[in-house]
């Protein structure tokens, strides 16, 4: 009997630590994807504001081009008069029509939008600066060098608080002090990403890494708050449905 239960409290043992493993394995799979997510949001928003960009500049040309009539789009001759001398023989007069313009194709319009692209940061539109700084910042914390990631991403959003990348870039600190276990410190960090950035897009996991910083600490109230605050705003997000997941399981576990 005392062998039989010492072999139950192994395999109780083996599994405990089977289901911590699959547990920090699927907090590795969500983090890197949230990664993911962010590199395509980030994509998402240059390849927008490049059409903006290119579209805007399109826009003032048809703004200073002259009207046409109906009878300018139909095939109209022009002479140039030209002395016999110059053309050793030839007519007098070339004699041209609109059939030989040539349209923009595809490959004018893609080096237009580059041109566009690339004028508009030099003016400061994208402020390459900001750029620059950010994705080194965001590289040290792919790296997992999370303390001078921290110090990189505060000084980013110190020096270009109205970026567009500036609420990516508090979250990312947040995740940083979240991956060092130092949970209290992700936690503040994930509100005030909820707190200054309500519009940004980072807001839901926010609130969910928010809510799960508050489990680790053991503090189910701010936890509950945080989860039902997520639901209650984005209740549509994916992060949302993953709330929903965690608040069944407070709620199975308080029972």
């Not at 699959?22 to 993911?36: G, K, P, Q, T």
């Not at 579209?55 to 003032?60: G, L, M, N, V, Y």
């Not at 928010?210 to 189910?220: D, E």
């Amino acid at each position: 009997m005392t062998q039989s239960m010492e072999s139950l409290e192994r395999l109780n043992a083996s599994l405990r630590m089977q289901q911590v493993e699959m547990a920090r394995r699927l907090e590795d799979l969500s983090n890197s994807i949230m990664v993911l997510q962010d590199r395509l949001e980030t994509m998402k928003v240059a390849s927008e504001r490049a059409q903006k960009v290119y579209e805007s500049k399109e826009s003032k040309k048809i703004k200073k081009t002259k009207l046409f009539h109906k009878e300018d789009l139909e095939p109209q001759e022009t002479f140039l008069g030209v002395g016999d001398s110059q053309l050793k023989g030839r007519s007098s007069k070339l004699r041209l029509t609109n059939s030989d313009l040539v349209p923009i194709d595809k490959k004018v319009k893609e080096e237009t939008l580059s041109k566009a692209v690339t004028e508009n940061a030099e003016n400061g539109g994208e402020q390459p600066e900001a750029i620059l700084a950010y994705n080194e910042a965001y590289k040290k914390f792919e790296e997992q060098n999370y303390t001078e990631a921290v110090k990189s991403l505060e000084e980013f959003v110190r020096q270009f608080p109205n970026h567009v990348y500036s609420d990516n870039a508090a979250f990312w600190i947040g995740e940083s002090w979240f991956r060092s276990r130092e949970f209290e410190k992700a936690a503040n960090q994930f509100e005030r990403v909820a707190r200054d950035y309500p519009s940004g897009n980072k807001v839901p996991d926010a609130l969910l890494k928010a809510g799960s910083c508050y489990l680790y600490m053991s503090k189910p109230k701010e936890a509950r708050e945080a989860l039902e605050k997520l639901i209650t705003l984005y209740p549509q997000s994916v992060a949302a449905q993953k709330a929903k997941g965690s608040l069944a399981e407070m709620i199975h576990e308080k029972s």
